[in-house]
């Protein structure tokens, strides 16, 4: 499985091209799967609730697995006991056989990534930021070195070059 973030600042538009790519690539047939890093002090809220692992839950399961005859599961948890690393979280994955695994946040993780990058990120700078393989950027390109930097307002380019230098190189 490839394994590639999007990551950058609060409000630097991480979920949006998450969105994008994620339709892009399977548009062209991979089987795509995320994590997504909560960095918000309020809970998580499902999105929505089956009410049968519902009344588990309220009975007083701290977790409810449902898995259909359309081979869906959706797997709901109280808090865990302890902290879960990302590789822990990324292993949930194994038995499922997915192409690409796109992260978004876990900014100082050790895996490739895209830095998703504001006008007022730029002072900034990538230095403190490792495995960064490529930028978004709002405005021109001014990024010097060898990491290429894209366009936020032409994504068609940078998921040309996902394709190419990420899924088609195997690099991960």
């Given at each position: 499985?490839?394994?590639?973030?999007?990551?950058?600042f609060t409000n630097s538009?991480?979920?949006?091209?998450?969105?994008?790519?994620?339709?892009?690539?399977?548009?062209?047939?991979?089987?795509?799967?995320?994590?997504?890093?909560?960095?918000?002090?309020?809970?998580?809220?499902?999105?929505?609730?089956?009410?049968?692992?519902?009344?588990?839950?309220?009975?007083?399961?701290?977790?409810?697995?449902?898995?259909?005859?359309?081979?869906?599961?959706?797997?709901?948890?109280?808090?865990?006991?302890?902290?879960?690393?990302?590789?822990?979280?990324?292993?949930?994955?194994?038995?499922?056989?997915?192409?690409?695994?796109?992260?978004?946040?876990?900014?100082?993780?050790?895996?490739?990534?895209?830095?998703?990058?504001?006008?007022?990120?730029?002072?900034?700078?990538?230095?403190?930021?490792?495995?960064?393989?490529?930028?978004?950027?709002?405005?021109?390109?001014?990024?010097?070195?060898?990491?290429?930097?894209?366009?936020?307002?032409?994504?068609?380019?940078?998921?040309?070059?996902?394709?190419?230098?990420?899924?088609?190189?195997?690099?991960?």
């Amino acid at each position: 499985m490839i394994i590639h973030q999007i990551t950058g600042f609060t409000n630097s538009g991480k979920t949006t091209i998450m969105t994008e790519l994620i339709a892009y690539l399977s548009d062209l047939g991979y089987r795509v799967c995320t994590i997504k890093h909560h960095g918000h002090t309020d809970s998580l809220k499902p999105e929505y609730e089956p009410k049968d692992s519902m009344k588990h839950r309220n009975a007083g399961a701290k977790a409810s697995l449902v898995y259909s005859d359309q081979n869906e599961l959706q797997l709901i948890a109280d808090q865990t006991p302890e902290k879960l690393t990302l590789e822990q979280l990324i292993s949930l994955y194994s038995v499922f056989h997915f192409d690409i695994l796109l992260i978004e946040g876990y900014k100082h993780a050790g895996y490739p990534k895209t830095f998703v990058m504001r006008d007022q990120d730029r002072k900034t700078g990538l230095s403190d930021f490792k495995h960064v393989k490529a930028t978004i950027s709002q405005g021109p390109a001014e990024q010097p070195g060898t990491t290429p930097v894209f366009q936020r307002d032409r994504l068609d380019e940078y998921f040309e070059w996902f394709l190419k230098s990420i899924v088609k190189e195997g690099s991960s």
